[in-house]
């Protein structure tokens, strides 16, 4: 083999493995996946049989009333779950704590590497719940409502973004990130349906709006 094409061998694998490694580090985070939520169509027909009431008061509520998190398997309770669901390459230590990974939030496209950056997101919040109807609920049914695996009400996401939104229903907060609504508004009025939580006048108007425009 010749010093010339030997170079040429040499610099081929040298810009190769430097393309590997450029895709590797600007790969996308893979994206949360909670359950599929229902279609927009479905959700907009759901909504067409909703009849608006007046949202309750939160006297007399408490998270306390709302169990969670739940032990899911072994050490690993909901929230464990959902950062591993939700995660790309999370590694788990023998208390099923989350010791690193990368998540990226749907709410607004923020991509953390630590799990204490990250909240699990009741999409439809414990409080909104309570007004909407779960304080006539069996403590027992409040906790598989706040510990919901099946249906698409936890989310991992950027913690402050998740204190912003609070308790509030898509009539006064939606994700910042908009190419998310349509999913978020599917996600809320799937949720909301199954546990057959009522709606107020402005959050169905809302989520008209999105769902119209899906």
Known sequence: MSMIYARRIGMLASSLAAAALTTLLTAPTAAASPPAPI?????????????????????????DLFPHWSTVSGTCNTRETVLKRDGSGVVQDS??????????????????????????DHVVPLAE??????????????QQFANDLTRPQLIAVTDNVNQAKGDLDPGKWLPPRTAYRCTYARMWVGVKQYWSLSMDSTEKTALLNILNAC
Request: with cysteine; proline share 2%.
């Open 39 to 63: 279609s927009a169509a479905a959700a907009r027909s759901y909504l067409a049989t909703v009849t608006p009431k007046t949202e309750g008061s939160t006297s007399g509520y408490s998270r």
């Open 95 to 120: 208390a099923c704590a989350a010791v690193s990974g990368s998540w990226y939030s749907e709410y607004d496209g923020a991509t953390w590497t630590a799990a204490s950056d990250v909240d699990i």
């Open 129 to 142: 719940a309570w007004r909407s109807g779960a304080n006539s609920w069996t403590t027992s049914k409040r």
